[in-house]
Each structure stands twice: as C-alpha cells, then as structure tokens.
C-alpha cells in the first residue's frame, strides 16, 4: 500500500510541478514588465481609466514600445537619432563602460549576423575524454590570436542545472565536435542533468558517430 502510495505521490508531483513552475516564471516576468506602469501618469493608468487594475497591460506595453522603437530605428531618421543617442551616453565616463559593454553583447547575440550561441559543440572537458556539450560563442581576437597556432573556437562551457554560469574556453576546432542538435535541445539536455535525452541522428547502434571533419572528430569513431 506504500509503495501505491509513494508512486501515486510522484506521479502528482510531476503533473503539478512542471505546471506550477512555469505558472510562477509567467507570473515573475508579467508582474517585472507591469512596473512599466509606474512610468506613465496617473491619468494613462488602468486604475483612472477602467477603474480596475488590469494585470498584463504593463507587459503589452512594453512589447507595443519595443516593437514601435524598432519600428522607428530602422529608418533614416530613426537611425540618426541612435546614434546621437549613443553618442551623448558615450560621454558620460561610467555610463560609457557599462553601455557599450552591454551593446556588444547584445549585438552578438541577437543580430542576425552573429554566430553566438547558434551552434552547440561536443568538447572534451575537464579533461581528455570526458565529453560535455558547449556552445560556440565565436573566435578569439585582440592579442590573443597573436599567441595561439592554428585556428580556434570560442566556447561556453554551461555548467548544469544552471547553464547561466559556466566557463569561457579557447579550443582548437580541431578538438571540437558540431552536433547535429538545435540550441534549445542542448540546453534541456544541460537543464535535466542528461535526462532529458534529445532525438539526434548522431548514434548508430548506441556509439556515437561524427561526420566527416577534422582528425579528432575521425579519432572519436574509432
């Protein structure tokens, strides 16, 4: 009776977890994005105009702005206006550090031009032959490339459950492994601590197979 019991109590636990989990995360990011509220008069609020506050407004605003601010950026007249702006912040001597840091990497990973994050890697980590997935986040520059030989990868490597945290590695491409795996798959995999195993083409016959690349990649099969 026990063990019904227990099996009963666990198979509750993962309809209403995941559910409550992801009700909390919407909830978290609707309240976050309602504070933009606060930034409007009182006369423009739900609670003059409705009578009423209305939950999610906040959030529907800030889409609306965002979607107008790129609206209007990517025009002629949008565009002067960004770079005068950016150009009054780059004055500023704090507020420069801290806005063109953030704006290079926002570029990197949003732009569609950029190749942060587009590719998730099978690399060798901590040591040789313990394999764990990485995400490509794109070459090494400044002085750095005047002391490396050969052609090298940037990569993150995530740390699991939480992939926000993790460790920035140079490796040579030679040494890395493109997996026939989106982003998204590779992050559920970290996330679930390798539960969560995602379909790939990669396996034949439980051993992992690479395609035709570079020397490693070859080793790997053998």
């Known amino acids: 009776m026990r063990g019904h019991l227990k099996k009963y109590f666990i198979t509750g636990l993962l309809v209403w977890v995941p559910l409550g989990i992801t009700l909390w995360v919407l909830h978290l990011l609707v309240s976050t994005m309602d504070q933009t509220l606060l930034l409007l008069p009182e006369e423009f609020r739900t609670e003059r105009w409705l009578g009423v506050y209305v939950p999610g407004m906040g959030a529907v605003m800030t889409v609306v702005v965002v979607l107008a601010t790129g609206l209007v950026v990517t025009n002629f007249l949008g565009q002067r206006l960004l770079l005068f702006w950016e150009s009054m912040l780059s004055r500023i001597p704090v507020v420069k550090s801290i806005y063109n840091s953030v704006k290079q990497v926002s570029d990197t990973l949003f732009t569609s031009g950029g190749h942060a ?12 032959g313990s394999w764990t997935i990485a995400f490509l986040t794109g070459e090494p520059g400044g002085d750095v490339i005047n002391h490396l030989h050969g052609e090298y990868w940037s990569v993150d490597v ?65």
């Open 117 to 128: 994050f587009r590719k998730a890697l099978l690399v060798q980590y901590p040591r040789e």
């Open 158 to 222: 995530p740390t699991t459950p939480n992939p926000t945290s993790g460790f920035f590695l140079m490796m040579p491409k030679a040494d890395v492994i493109e997996l026939d795996m989106s982003v998204d798959a590779a992050l559920k995999y970290i996330i679930s601590m390798g539960v969560v195993v995602p379909g790939s083409n990669g396996r034949k016959n439980g051993k992992l197979t690479s395609r035709p690349g570079t020397a490693r990649q070859q080793a790997v099969n053998q």
